[in-house]
């Protein structure tokens, strides 16, 4: 390059050397500006290296809270509901504390004792520890609370014969069964004072109203005195009387109220008088039996609360010892017009079924039961003593018999088996007096039959022969219509005895003298009378034992019309 192309140059350079400047300041500046930008990188990578970690322990720290709250809300429920049931409301402590006992208790009690029963199965649970104390004390105040309340109901029982013992129990002492059962779970002394308590009351108020009702009737009984009679030595008509056979059944004749003792006029005969007396028993043992088996039977677990509608009573007797409700569902005084009770209604109106019970619940139950009733056992025991000494006649007798055996039937169907044995212990002490009496009928007749009774003969032997068949005629027609079961040995085994001495009586006197015709002749009109009596003495026609009697006679008759017909052709 020339001198002067070089200085053209340096001249270009010079005339620009301001902005090469002014450009190298620029520079200058921009690399010390990003000399500080490089700088201020690094110091944010650093800080966001620093906030990365701690984004990422916030995270850890989340997924933590997460899974507790998971697991708080799966214990959530179970805590809630333990809390609820071993905490006690202040509504339900201010119906323990506050307030006397009523109907709003039942509930009450039955929520109180879920929870007390919650709070001893938590004892490992310290809330539950802690409320411990609390709970027991209530659980205090409750069972001194109930025990005044059942005492105040049972004052009534014990403390006037007029109270209607059925209503009590129906529609008071069942209504608070469960309060009661209460007791029995979480306060056992308690419970075994109200039982005793209410074992106290009620066997004062039977065995009051009891004696009353059996002395009415030993005054009414003194009326009418039928003293026993041989076959051969009544002399009463010889007819049947159904009236007085219909007490052999539970569905009969109206019962003799206490009251009427009170009109001197009034009378009854020996087999109405107890059957009103067992009627009045059976009813009410049954009716006890049932609420002590319901009331008083143990409740080892808390039972589901399920409503219970009131019944009325069906007691018959009131403790004043007269019938308080001597009426059929309808109004009807007609005492025939009573419905049995099933094994599933039995004794109170049929306000509980029964369930099978432990041996021991069972021998429990009997021997509540039998603390209550064993006075009135006994005054029952001691009336029919008094009727079977001295002995009475066969036919009456027998219908007691029947209305025991009647009356065993009827407390089976209403479960009540200490009742159920007590009276067949009373039908098993009337027999051996029943087979007493038939063997003195029969020996009476044996003794006429073979001449060693005196004043016999000396009397008309046709109407005598006569009317100790016409009552034979109604010792047979009254036995079949007492007994429906053809295969009852004792019953036709001293019937046939009977017959067979009759047979030989009527033989024996028939038998003297020479005239053949005479003596077929009254022996055919005995036998007749016998047939007439058997044919025309019950509506039981179609009774086995009946046609056969009939039978028997039937042929004597026939035979002896064959010895008239003969000693008739052998005259001429």
């Not at 539970?250 to 009427?260: E, F, H, K, Q, V």
């Not at 008094?386 to 025991?404: E, G, K, N, V, Y």
């Given at each position: 390059?020339?001198?002067?192309?070089?200085?053209?140059?340096?001249?270009?350079?010079?005339?620009?050397?301001?902005?090469?400047?002014?450009?190298?300041?620029?520079?200058?500046?921009?690399?010390?500006?990003?000399?500080?930008?490089?700088?201020?990188?690094?110091?944010?990578?650093?800080?966001?290296?620093?906030?990365?970690?701690?984004?990422?322990?916030?995270?850890?720290?989340?997924?933590?809270?997460?899974?507790?709250?998971?697991?708080?809300?799966?214990?959530?429920?179970?805590?809630?509901?333990?809390?609820?049931?071993?905490?006690?409301?202040?509504?339900l402590a201010s119906t323990i504390l506050d307030t006397n006992v009523g109907e709003p208790w039942i509930d009450a009690i039955m929520d109180f004792e879920r929870r007390?029963?919650?709070?001893?199965?938590?004892?490992?649970?310290?809330?539950?520890?802690?409320?411990?104390?609390?709970?027991?004390?209530?659980?205090?105040?409750?069972?001194?609370?109930?025990?005044?309340?059942?005492?105040?109901?049972?004052?009534?029982?014990?403390?006037?014969?007029?109270?209607?013992?059925?209503?009590?129990?129906?529609?008071?002492?069942?209504?608070?069964?469960?309060?009661?059962?209460?007791?029995?779970?979480?306060?056992?002394?308690?419970?075994?004072?109200?039982?005793?308590?209410?074992?106290?009351?009620?066997?004062?108020?039977?065995?009051?109203?009891?004696?009353?009702?059996?002395?009415?009737?030993?005054?009414?009984?003194?009326?009418?005195?039928?003293?026993?009679?041989?076959?051969?030595?009544?002399?009463?008509?010889?007819?049947?009387?159904?009236?007085?056979?219909?007490?052999?059944?539970?569905?009969?004749?109206?019962?003799?109220?206490?009251?009427?003792?009170?009109?001197?006029?009034?009378?009854?005969?020996?087999?109405?008088?107890?059957?009103?007396?067992?009627?009045?028993?059976?009813?009410?043992?049954?009716?006890?039996?049932?609420?002590?088996?319901t009331f008083f039977t143990s409740q080892t677990a808390l039972p589901p609360a399920e409503p219970q509608a009131p019944v009325p009573p069906s007691a018959v007797l009131?403790?004043?010892?007269?019938?308080?409700?001597?009426?059929?569902?309808?109004?009807?005084?007609?005492?025939?017009?009573?419905?049995?009770?099933?094994?599933?209604?039995?004794?109170?109106?049929?306000?509980?079924?029964?369930?099978?019970?432990?041996?021991?619940?069972?021998?429990?139950?009997?021997?509540?039961?039998?603390?209550?009733?064993?006075?009135?056992?006994?005054?029952?025991?001691?009336?029919?003593?008094?009727?079977?000494?001295?002995?009475?006649?066969?036919?009456?007798?027998?219908?007691?018999?029947?209305?025991?055996?009647?009356?065993?039937?009827?407390i089976q169907k209403r479960h009540c088996p200490p009742a159920e044995t007590y009276v067949f212990g009373l039908s098993l002490q009337m027999w051996p007096v029943f087979?007493?009496?038939?063997?003195?009928?029969?020996?009476?007749?044996?003794?006429?039959?073979?001449?060693?009774?005196?004043?016999?003969?000396?009397?008309?032997?046709?109407?005598?022969?006569?009317?100790?068949?016409?009552?034979?005629?109604?010792?047979?027609?009254?036995?079949?219509?007492?007994?429906?079961?053809?295969?009852?040995?004792?019953?036709?085994?001293?019937?046939?005895?009977?017959?067979?001495?009759?047979?030989?009586?009527?033989?024996?006197?028939?038998?003297?003298?020479?005239?053949?015709?005479?003596?077929?002749?009254?022996?055919?009109?005995?036998?007749?009378?016998?047939?007439?009596?058997?044919?025309?003495?019950?509506?039981?026609?179609?009774?086995?034992?009946?046609?056969?009697?009939?039978?028997?006679?039937?042929?004597?008759?026939?035979?002896?019309?064959?010895?008239?017909?003969?000693?008739?052709?052998?005259?001429?």
């Open positions: 390059m020339s001198l002067t192309e070089q200085a053209q140059v340096g001249n270009f350079y010079r005339g620009r050397a301001k902005d090469y400047i002014e450009l190298h300041d620029q520079v200058q500046t921009s690399v010390s500006l990003l000399d500080n930008l490089e700088s201020f990188l690094s110091t944010f990578q650093k800080d966001l290296a620093a906030v990365a970690g701690q984004i990422s322990e916030l995270q850890d720290r989340s997924k933590d809270i997460d899974n507790r709250l998971k697991s708080r809300k799966k214990i959530e429920r179970p805590l809630s509901s333990l809390l609820s049931e071993i905490t006690i409301p202040p509504s007390l029963n919650t709070s001893k199965a938590r004892s490992r649970v310290k809330a539950a520890r802690d409320l411990g104390e609390v709970i027991e004390g209530l659980r205090i105040v409750a069972a001194t609370k109930l025990r005044v309340f059942f005492l105040a109901l049972f004052q009534p029982i014990r403390g006037s014969v007029t109270t209607n013992m059925q209503v009590i129990q129906t529609s008071v002492l069942l209504k608070y069964g469960p309060l009661f059962a209460f007791l029995q779970r979480q306060a056992p002394p308690v419970a075994t004072e109200l039982q005793r308590a209410y074992v106290g009351a009620a066997r004062l108020y039977y065995e009051t109203g009891f004696r009353r009702y059996a002395r009415s009737l030993g005054v009414i009984k003194a009326r009418t005195v039928e003293k026993f009679e041989s076959l051969v030595n009544i002399h009463s008509e010889a007819s049947i009387n159904l009236e007085r056979l219909q007490h052999a059944k539970i569905n009969g004749p109206g019962a003799t109220l206490a009251y009427m003792a009170d009109d001197k006029a009034h009378k009854d005969h020996v087999e109405a008088l107890l059957r009103s007396l067992l009627l009045v028993f059976m009813d009410n043992a049954t009716a006890e039996y049932t609420f002590v088996s009131s403790p004043d010892g007269t019938f308080s409700e001597l009426r059929s569902p309808s109004g009807s005084d007609d005492f025939g017009a009573r419905q049995p009770l099933s094994s599933t209604t039995p004794g109170l109106g049929g306000f509980v079924s029964f369930v099978a019970k432990s041996k021991e619940e069972q021998a429990t139950i009997d021997a509540i039961w039998k603390q209550v009733m064993d006075p009135v056992m006994e005054y029952c025991t001691a009336f029919v003593r008094s009727m079977l000494d001295p002995i009475p006649q066969a036919i009456p007798l027998l219908t007691m018999i029947r209305l025991a055996e009647d009356i065993v039937a009827e087979q007493k009496g038939m063997t003195e009928h029969i020996d009476g007749v044996k003794k006429l039959a073979e001449g060693t009774s005196s004043g016999y003969f000396g009397r008309s032997s046709t109407t005598t022969d006569a009317m100790i068949c016409g009552q034979y005629v109604v010792f047979f027609n009254s036995f079949v219509f007492l007994t429906d079961s053809e295969a009852d040995n004792m019953i036709f085994s001293n019937l046939l005895r009977l017959r067979q001495e009759v047979a030989k009586l009527i033989i024996r006197h028939t038998g003297q003298g020479n005239d053949t015709l005479a003596k077929a002749k009254e022996q055919s009109k005995i036998y007749g009378i016998l047939l007439q009596g058997l044919s025309k003495g019950t509506q039981h026609t179609a009774h086995l034992k009946l046609q056969q009697e009939i039978a028997h006679w039937a042929y004597l008759e026939e035979e002896t019309k064959r010895k008239i017909v003969s000693a008739g052709q052998s005259r001429r």
